[in-house]
């Protein structure tokens, strides 16, 4: 058999014995479609003010049947104002009751702007561990139709260890907020991991669940190395 060929052989019964090929492993922590508390997870949530004596700035929670993602249930609304003489920041809290987020890779949240009342197109969202870490990242171009929020752990400052996620916090902040008073509206926050169905031994131990699409093209490039070798 000619070298390329059995180069190419090998190449075909590598991806067909380890079935190589993407999927996303997704873990719902809130659809919201219970239109009560809890969550998927079992965590509590609500709103929250700074300052509840202040009734300058205020945020209520309540679950909405017309914007959601689907056809059925709902998502969460929250009614948010930081317009006030005194300094102003509310928002959202949710448990995660100790979840263990290492085995994933990113956050997806869902969230869209209520284009009759208005909205921040600039929102902060805070993780916190069992280690007392916060880390931040901000969502940014929030519009008026659902946007899909990706959040890779890699890119959350301050969290050093993803083991034991103990509450999710989104705040709105009235020095950075495009518009201070308004109504955003979330849905559908979930773990995802792309995982990849790869005999772990083919990539020298490397544990498969951390592994995404940048990976994929490592792979190629380590089959094309057999090909050469085999050729
Ligand atoms: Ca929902
Ligand atoms: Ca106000």
Redesign the pocket.
Known sequence: MKGWLRGLLVLAMLLVVTGARAENNCLVIADFDSGVKPNNIGGDFGAWDKDPADF???CFESFSSTQRRGNSGFSLKLDY????PNS?YNGFWMKLNGADFSKYKKLVIWIKGDSSKGYTKVAKLEFKNGKGEVGKYYISDIGDDWKEVTIPFLKIAGITDFSKMEELVLVFEDWRATK??GSIYLDDINRVSTKLNLASSLLGGVNVNYLDEFDLVFIKVKCIKYRVLYS
């Open positions: 300058t700035q205020t104002d930081v317009d006030s102003a201070k008073e």
